[in-house]
């Protein structure tokens, strides 16, 4: 739970900022990028100036996320404030996790940490973070309310696309009754539940299915791990971003005899993006942390820089043994 009194001090602060600096993680999925456009068209509506961004060098909206209201809001990293008056940021563990933006939470007057990672730093002057919620998403519903916002279409489907994605499509154990009733109010809005489940997971582009077939292809099961690597070489040849990889884990992480799955997808500038996932019984989120990275017990990534076998063999080290030991 978060502290009534940082609750009042964060709408203290947005209150008295003229202009607010919204950020969420670089690659973003959907539940970074909606909590953030749902929270900037509230306050945009409330008068406030605002601006949102994601610190990608290559600053460009995930295909799968195109179809989000409100990205009028948006301006590329070059155009953020250098020293905001007050900066938001939206389910980022850490400064580091906001690229080219990192720099500017140092800068900032204040910064209000907007987020629901156990693995979050507390890197702001204002932590709004509550690990035992399923999303960012819903952190960000209870501020538009407390702003004293309402939602309409637009804001729903932003929430309700950071809600259905940080739950699995409500499949994960984060899946609880206020889930469930966080997602009556937003369908409630008239919002298509239909149309944002195929723009998130049921379209992808004849070049992802290539690129697919080849990681499968070298997929590896060592003493129950599960675990394959996309290099961007595989990408360039069907003119593939490297955001339509996001999906590839929940199609490896499906096999039954490994407890986790790892997915080594390589980006446009050389370094190995790594995503994890496991069934319960081991915290990828700590051995994630250990590698610099971090996230949620059954879900979490870092990044590397170097080799594949290098890679996978620092995180197969920190895995636990039979006996239960790392």
């Not at 070059?78 to 850490?94: H, R």
């Not at 995503?275 to 942390?289: E, F, L, N, Q, T």
Request: aromatic share 6%.
């Amino acid at each position: 739970m978060i502290p009534e009194p940082a609750w009042r001090r964060a709408l203290d602060l947005i209150g008295k900022a003229d202009e607010i600096a919204l950020a969420c993680h670089v690659s973003p999925d959907g539940d970074a990028l909606g909590s953030m456009l749902a929270t900037g068209a509230v306050l945009r509506a409330q008068g406030k100036r605002v601006v949102a961004s994601f610190g990608d060098r290559q600053f460009d909206v995930p295909r799968l996320l195109r179809f989000l209201p409100g990205q009028d809001l948006l301006v590329p990293p070059a155009d953020f404030p250098a020293e905001p008056e007050l900066m938001i940021t939206f389910d980022s563990s850490t400064p580091d996790r906001l690229g080219l933006l990192g720099p500017n939470t140092a800068k900032a007057h204040e910064v209000i940490v907007v987020d629901h990672h156990l693995s979050n730093t507390g890197f702001g002057t204002l932590s709004l973070i509550d690990p035992h919620v399923a999303a960012t998403a819903v952190l960000a519903e209870q501020l538009i309310y407390r702003l004293g916002g309402s939602l309409d279409r637009d804001i729903a489907t932003c929430l309700y696309a950071g809600l259905v994605t940080d739950t699995g499509s409500f499949r994960h154990a984060s899946t609880t009754p206020e889930v469930h009733q966080m997602a009556a109010r937003l369908v409630a809005t008239g919002l298509r539940t239909d149309e944002i489940a195929r723009e998130l997971w049921d379209r992808s582009p004849f070049g992802y299915l290539k690129v697919l077939a080849a990681a499968l292809e070298r997929v590896s099961l060592e003493d129950g791990l599960v675990w394959t690597y996309v290099p961007r070489v595989d990408r360039a040849a069907y003119g593939l971003p490297y955001t339509e990889l996001e999906g590839l884990i929940d199609i490896v992480r499906r096999t039954d005899e490994a407890e986790v799955a790892v997915v080594l997808k390589e980006d446009d500038q050389g370094a190995w993006q790594a995503s994890s996932r496991s069934k319960g019984a081991v915290d990828v989120g700590s051995i994630c942390s250990v590698l610099g990275g971090g996230g949620h017990h059954n879900a979490a990534g870092f990044t590397s820089h170097v080799s594949v076998e290098d890679t996978i063999a620092a995180f197969r080290a920190l895995l636990p043994s039979r006996d239960g030991e790392t």
